[in-house]
């Protein structure tokens, strides 16, 4: 049984994953994919998204004579995921409240 | 490689709606990404990636959906919210599973939005009739003016009387046919924010 990601979620995902180390889109990916399940073109609405919200920027390398964008995250994008990082875990914590709550008689 | 330049080139006739620039974005992220993937054939992209009309339409809709609230409303035209929920119309079609229940929503919000049509329309009516009575009113009021002066008088003051009501109403009916755009835009991204939630998977 697959759980939907919201797409507050989702951002903040591909931030952390660029918080690691920068990514060019099919490595990012792989990545989200071996973590979450979303299909493959999820991912350039939300890359576009965050680089029109300069969360992260773009600079390109070549690669085997053709061109590779790289994502790389910023410091407003470091900002924004320690707030997604954040609500997560409020969200977990209510979340389990709720899951372990154990019956009051 | 030719399939790939073909379907790539399809891409690119299904984001026309876009400016040079975002197009090139687009496509340039997805030839990339092709050539990552190592797909070869036009049918392994297509599994992967869909269709070039159904990855060209997902694309299109989180431009013309995903914007500020202030973005919305100053450059909204009547136009831009016809193209807003055609895009909606052709992104919830676009998935097969959500299919049935967007043809319902699509035909409330349809619903909503000829009722609102059909009220401006008669109320566009009913004016363009008051406009034509008092054009009639002044053009009889001038001629009368040579031949019975005091009669002539008469129905030139009631057309001036009309004129000034037009010129009240006219900014109101704008207002009305705007306002009216807003909530239809307004209930489309309702609608399809609803499916975008649903839809993002994992």
Redesign the interface.
Known sequence: M?I????DL?DGLVLALLNKEDY????L?QD??SA???????L??V???LKKEALVETYDQPYQG????YYRITADGKKHLERVKKMWRDYQESLNNIFEAKGEE | MKEIQEYLQELSANLYQLNQADRQDALQFYEEYINDAGYASKQEIESNLGTPKQLGRRILAEYFLKQDEQDLSNSLTTKRSIKTAWLVVLALLATPPTLIIGVILLGVLMTVTFVLLGLLFGALGLFLAAVFLTMVTLYVGVVLLFSNFVVGMFYLSIGLLGLGAIMIIIPIVSSIGRLIAIIVTRLTRIVFNFFKRRKVRG
């Open positions: 697959k939907q990601v919201s797409s989702l060019y889109g099919y490595a990916t989200m994919q979450i399940t979303i299909s493959e073109s999820t350039y609405p890359l576009r998204r053709r061109n590779r964008r």
